[in-house]
């Protein structure tokens, strides 16, 4: 009978052996797979970060250019007021 129970022993630690090797196996592949998709997360994070930064500085400088033409824009009717107001007998067009 003894001889019985060491068998059932030996065959419960040969399945929790088992058992242990598919968890650590698992436990493995999983780290890998983390490992690549958070090296994916961070390439798209960058390009991401590229492209929007991209894009602010195109619009900074559009928004740049945009007023310095109303500036511009501003200057020449502050011009033509001034003109009209000391020679208003000057036809301006």
Excluded: H
């Excluded at 630690?13 to 797979?33: F, G, H, N, P």
């Amino acid at each position: 009978m003894s001889g019985r129970i060491s068998e059932q022993t030996e065959k419960m630690r040969e399945m929790a052996q088992t058992t242990l090797d598919k968890v650590k196996e698992a436990v493995s592949k999983y780290m890998v797979e983390s490992q690549k998709l958070r090296e994916k997360a961070d390439t798209s994070v960058r390009a991401t970060y590229s492209t929007a930064k991209e894009m602010n500085e195109k619009a900074v400088a559009f928004a740049e250019t945009k007023f310095r033409a109303g500036s511009n824009l501003q200057s020449v009717f502050c011009r033509r007021r001034t003109l009209k107001r000391w020679a208003p007998s000057i036809k301006i067009i």
